[in-house]
């Protein structure tokens, strides 16, 4: 154990150019922050360090403005990380190691993105050319290895032999979900008039069939869609744990681990495997899981190479159902998470994401 979970609150997801558009990346975090820390019991005097998660953002220390936003104290400097798509999951480890060494009692740490309100980037060059406009990042100095994500997600399917079919009964199952079991308010708070996720249908095996194909068997109806959205979770020392009256769920430990570049989708397995590994756990010993689904083709895998019960993977569901906030959505996985645990009488939990440039994270968190 390396810490304590107080509380775990996030925004709504909404897709790109939706309800949260016209929000700047700290007017979705400053209320999530405060909102959280409400929920834990805790005041603004009481944070030692906000961590902030993102990765399309225009720099800046997007912490420290998110921070300010929240009315905390200038004292508390803010730290900002990019790690991709796994970024949020690994702001909370690295903030529950910042307990465990003694270094901070109460950190925030979680992600924000807003992808409608995302910098226009361009390239530069040395010999007097024109800028050049580019969406993706390069993830590896090679290009030959570097391929779109969506390439590389159906790439994956092939080398897997994941069909479409399978690929969509898992949307068409996680739109289910989340139409079932609806976030409850202690997860989710309203912002800019907008209460709950908003993407979440009654995903059709016919629609899925007319789903524009983005490559090969990867169409937009098995691959989240760009988002924007904010989560965080309040992690405190056992010795501010032990004056809490709010729930409290032990992060456990987690790992991050690389892999091949141009194949990220399986990142997360061997982050998984570690991270059980360190713990002495096995994948049956999983009470529940969120596995992130920026692709179908993504979850399936993951879940198959870890050995986990599909059953207990992204029980209220996933991000097909939500939308993909990049910075945001390890964060958001952990905040499901923590209210999937206190929710269902307690237990194991995994949550895992995988990020580009072959990249995975995996928080171990039990009650």
């Known amino acids: 154990m390396i810490g304590f979970i107080a509380s775990a609150c996030r925004s709504p997801v909404a897709p790109r150019g939706g309800a949260l558009s016209a929000l700047a990346l700290h007017e979705l975090a400053a209320p999530v922050i405060n909102a959280a820390l ?4 805790l005041t603004s005097q009481d944070v030692d360090e906000v961590i902030l998660s993102n990765a399309l953002g225009g720099g800046g220390n997007p912490a420290r403005i998110a921070a300010l936003a929240a009315g905390l104290p200038e004292q ?13 999951l690994d702001a909370i480890l690295l903030a529950a190691m910042m307990v465990q060494s003694g270094h901070a009692d ?30 993706q990042a390069p993830f590896t100095p090679w290009p030959d290895r570097d391929p779109d994500m969506a390439v590389a997600a159906a790439a994956l399917a092939r080398s897997h032999g994941i069909s479409r079919q399978a690929q969509d009964d898992w949307a068409l199952a996680s739109h289910a979900k989340a139409l079932a079991r609806p976030a409850r308010s202690s997860e989710v708070i ?8 908003s993407f979440a249908r009654a995903l059709s095996p016919a629609l899925c069939k007319r789903a524009k194909v983005i490559s090969g068997d990867i169409t937009a ?10 989560a965080f979770c309040v992690v405190v020392s056992q010795k501010v744990a032990a004056r809490l009256a709010s729930p409290l769920v032990r992060v456990i430990g987690g790992a991050t681990r690389g892999g091949p570049p141009e194949c990220p989708g399986l990142a997360p397995v061997a982050a998984i495997q570690t991270s059980l590994a360190r713990h002495g756990l096995s994948a049956a010993e999983i009470d529940a899981a969120e596995i992130m689904e920026a692709y179908a083709v993504q979850a399936i895998a993951c879940v198959q ?45 995994l949550a895992a994401i995988a990020a580009a440039g072959g990249l995975g994270t995996a928080l171990l968190l039990g009650t």
């Open 106 to 135: 109460v950190v925030v740490a979680g992600g924000a993105e807003s992808y409608s309100r995302r910098p226009l980037r361009h390239q530069t060059f040395a010999d007097g050319r024109a800028p050049e406009p580019y969406d």
């Open 305 to 349: 190479g870890a050995g986990l019960d599909p059953a207990q993977a992204n029980r209220g569901g996933g991000a097909l159902a939500r939308g993909h906030p990049i910075g945001a959505s390890g964060a958001i996985n952990a905040v499901r998470l923590y209210h999937e645990l206190i929710q269902s009488g307690g237990g194991t939990g």
């Open 190 to 197: 309203p912002i800019a008039g907008l209460q709950s996720d």
């Open 76 to 88: 508390v400097a803010g730290l900002s990380m990019d790690r991709q798509c796994a970024g949020g």
């Open 38 to 41: 409400r929920e834990a019991g």
């Open 221 to 230: 109806a098995n691959a989240a869609v760009a988002a924007d959205g904010a």
